[in-house]
């Protein structure tokens, strides 16, 4: 079992900037590939940035690219997501999501390739 917390939402302005953070605890995290989701009111759940358990391969959606950076320190079981010029489209609950990878570079984009979520954290972004 991996429990995962998230943290680091809240309210800012369009144009500004947030680190989510997600604490990693019991397994070993650095065989687990991982990523950010988010699900907007009425949306279903999208997937923001991933990350392989080496950190050597990421992935981001198109709509974040060049404003969000995903990172993992597997020293000490966290993984970050820096927004970013955040817009309000970006409002939405943030989840970490964590499964174990095939290889070190290993990436994954579905939500139904995860196992381990977080409870979620809200970012709200106002125009």
């Known amino acids: 079992q991996v429990q995962l917390v998230e943290s680091g939402g809240g309210l800012v302005q369009a144009g500004d900037s947030l680190r989510l953070s997600c604490a990693a605890s019991g397994r070993t995290f650095s065989n687990y590939a991982m990523g950010w989701f988010r699900q907007a009111p009425g949306k279903g759940r999208e997937l923001v940035a991933a990350?392989?358990?080496?950190?050597?391969?990421?992935n981001y959606a198109d709509s974040v690219k060049g404003r969000f950076t995903i990172s993992r320190d597997n020293a000490k079981n966290t993984m970050c997501l820096q927004m970013n010029s955040l817009k309000p489209e970006d409002t939405a609950v943030y989840y970490c999501?964590?499964?174990?990878?095939?290889?070190?570079?290993?990436?994954?984009?579905?939500?139904?390739?995860?196992?381990?979520w977080g409870q979620g954290t809200q970012v709200t972004v106002s125009s």
């Open positions: 990350i392989s358990w080496s950190g050597s391969n990421t």
């Open positions: 999501a964590a499964t174990r990878g095939f290889s070190s570079g290993s990436i994954y984009a579905t939500d139904r390739q995860y196992n381990y």
